[in-house]
T-cell receptor, first 113, second 112 residues
Framework: QVQLIQSGTEVKKPGSSVKVSCKASGGTFSSYVISWVRQAPGQGLEWMGGIMPTSGKITHAQKFQGRLTMTTDESTNTAYMELSSLRSADTAVYYCTVAMVTWGQGTLVSVTS | DIVMTQTPLSLSVTPGQPASISCKSNQSLLQSDGKTYLYWYLQKPGQSPQLLIHEVSNRFSGVPDRFSGSGSGTDFKLKISRVEAEDVGVYYC?????????FGPGTKVDIK
């Protein structure tokens, strides 16, 4: 069964960007939608967007319009999520998930001046 | 966006006793393909969410049969027939009938 391994904790300043990676091991995710979900401290789950690796088709939540970039590299079975113009409200754990079934371990992004 | 609500928001259960969580949506989750896109997840403390139930009532691989899901349209329920200590955490329902997928606020379950 595929496992998703995410990159490590990031500490960023307001206004900067962050790029989180999500590597699949033990399988490939190219046939499934890769989604990104975030969870602010002590809060619930929020879907950010998804990408279908084979077609490149992307959907994203309206609130992240213009700030969210999702890509995949099928040669390395890795997905990437880049969020720009960071603000303190973006402080959260960011998860990648394949088909909303298999989830990565999460990446903490802390936005602080 | 489809709004998901859950009740109760917290639940304290004696081991071996049953527990039930309700989830409601403000629109029907029945899709034209005949499927109802309602899912249940458990997020154990310090862990990522894990899928328990897909499409209302189908247990995911490896999920104990003490977990069951039911419901239709806009009204759904997750039942745990006999709660065990390992079942503590926050339970979320989620819909993917319509983009964006949306989650309920979560129900925190702990052991008495």
């Amino acid at each position: 069964q595929v496992q998703l391994i995410q990159s490590g904790t990031e500490v960023k300043k307001p206004g900067s960007s962050v790029k989180v990676s999500c590597k699949a091991s033990g399988g490939t995710f190219s046939s499934y939608v890769i989604s990104w979900v975030r969870q602010a401290p002590g809060q619930g789950l929020e879907w950010m967007g998804g990408i279908m690796p084979t077609s490149g088709k992307i959907t994203h939540a309206q609130k992240f319009q213009g700030r969210l970039t999702m890509t995949t590299d099928e040669s390395t079975n890795t997905a990437y999520m880049e969020l720009s113009s960071l603000r303190s409200a973006d402080t959260a754990v960011y998860y990648c998930t394949v088909a909303m079934v298999t989830w990565g371990q999460g990446t903490l992004v802390s936005v602080t001046s | 966006d489809i709004v998901m609500t859950q009740t109760p928001l917290s639940l304290s259960v004696t081991p071996g006793q049953p527990a039930s969580i309700s989830c409601k949506s403000n629109q029907s989750l029945l899709q034209s393909d005949g499927k109802t896109y309602l899912y249940w997840y458990l997020q154990k403390p310090g862990q990522s969410p894990q899928l328990l139930i897909h499409e209302v009532s189908n247990r995911f691989s490896g999920v104990p049969d003490r977990f069951s899901g039911s419901g239709s349209g806009t009204d759904f329920k997750l039942k745990i027939s006999r709660v065990e200590a390992e079942d503590v955490g926050v339970y979320y329902c989620m819909q993917s009938r319509q983009l964006p997928p949306t989650f309920g606020p979560g129900t925190k379950v702990d052991i008495k």
